[in-house]
Every structure is written in C-alpha cells, then in structure tokens.
C-alpha cells in the first residue's frame, strides 16, 4: 500500500499538465490524508478519485476552508465547460509566447502607480495570484469585456487575487471614462514604460501569473468567454 501511494504521489506531480479540475491537483495534499466524498458523503479512496479526475470526466470541488488541514473535496461530474477548459489546457504543447509574456517564465519587473497613488511591483505581488488586463478606453472590445471583468472582481473578493489594468490613457481621460462605465480592477494610467517593456501591442491583453511570479496564461484580442477563461486559470493558481 505504501508503494501505491508513493507512485501516486509521482504521478500527481508528473501528470499536472494533463490532471485538471476546479483547483489544480498540485494544491492538494497528496497522499492518503487528502479526503475525498462522493455525493453520498463516502470518502473515497486514492485510487478511485485520482483517476477520475485524471479523465476530466469528474472535478474536485473543496468543500472546506483553506485553513483546514487536510482539506476536504467533492468529487463531482464536470461541466461541459470545465471539461472543454481542462482539454484546452492539456493540449497545450510547451510554453507559449505571446507579446513579451511566456508561460511558464517569470514575468518581467514592473511597477506601476494606480489611480489612488498606491505603487505596485512585481515583488510587491509575490504571494497573490496577479491578474492583468492591457487596455485603453476607447477601445470597443475592451470597453465590451468590462461588465464580464467585474463578475471576475466579484467573485474572487476576500481571495489572493489582484486584479490590475493598465492603460497608456492619462489620468483625467479615464477618470471621467469610469464615471460612465465602472472597471473594478486596480486602474493604473500611464503606464508608457510598462507597455513598452511588456512588448504589448495589441488590446485587450490579459495575463495571469501565479503566486510565484510566474505567467501561466495569456491571451490577446477580444473573446466571449473572457470570464471561463480567466475563472479558469485563477482558480487554478490560486
């Protein structure tokens, strides 16, 4: 028994890339320990929830808070979205580069100045999921992706998620722009030197990195499932 968890454990790590579910399966404590219920309230053993999520047929959903050790999950079925999600992302074949971001790398330094006068950095950062979003007010698809952007805002309130957008747009413009149309990401306005730096050139731009400082996602140009995707990828570096 102690080989098979062993081997499991192995193969978690060694699997990441192609296991997905609601919260990434590096996050859990994996070993015997971690606590898994079907929808009858049965924990369930290693063996048998492992490999159902591997399949992307089921998810782990965490039915208990963060501080709790070990944690407790619900093994479910997924959505079709959560697996159309999970097969997107295993089907990625190495890092991808897009503008001056590539997954897997560090994102560059940075640092940037809201609206409000408060400064962050790269270092700042480290420890919270950073969401970013290049944009500018008079852009229509930027404009469009707002309301769903919010949702983002929203939902992960309370979480390790900071949410910041970057404009080349100074100060007075976007200021009397958010008077019309609320973003409730962290506003930063001119930000030339970041823009120029990060190689970004088209908009809207969209980065996750993780706690770690490192780009796990990126996207450019507009699209209608902005909100999946980025739920997506935050809750997986979360």
């Known amino acids: 028994m102690k080989k098979f968890y062993l081997l499991l454990l192995f193969g978690l790590i060694s699997t990441f890339s192609i296991a997905q579910s609601t919260k990434s399966l590096k996050d859990y404590k994996q070993d015997k320990t971690t606590i898994v219920k079907d929808s009858t309230g049965k924990v369930l053993p290693a063996e048998e929830w492992f490999f159902k999520v591997q399949s992307n ?108 957008a970057p404009t080349y747009d100074p100060l007075e413009d976007v200021t009397e722009f958010l008077k019309k149309l609320p973003f409730n990401f962290i506003i930063c306005t001119d930000v030339d030197e970041m823009i120029i730096n990060m190689n970004i050139s088209k908009y809207p731009t969209h980065v996750v990195v993780d706690k770690q400082g490192v780009v796990q996602f990126v996207t450019i140009g507009q699209t209608d499932r902005i909100f999946d995707q980025l739920n997506f990828e935050i809750t997986n570096a979360l």
């Open 57 to 164: 047929e089921f998810t782990l959903e965490q039915i208990t808070a963060d501080e709790v050790d070990p944690r407790e999950f619900k093994l479910r079925v997924s959505t079709p979205e959560e697996k159309r999600m999970a097969m997107q992302r295993s089907d990625r074949k190495g890092p991808i580069t897009l503008a001056g971001f590539t997954t897997g790398k560090p994102i560059i330094d940075y640092s940037v100045t809201d609206i409000n006068g408060k400064t962050y950095t790269k270092e700042a950062l480290l420890g919270k999921v950073v969401v970013i979003n290049f944009w500018f007010k008079d852009a229509t698809p930027c404009k469009a992706e707002i309301p769903e952007l919010n949702k983002l805002v929203k939902k992960f309130k309370g979480k390790d998620v900071v949410f910041l």
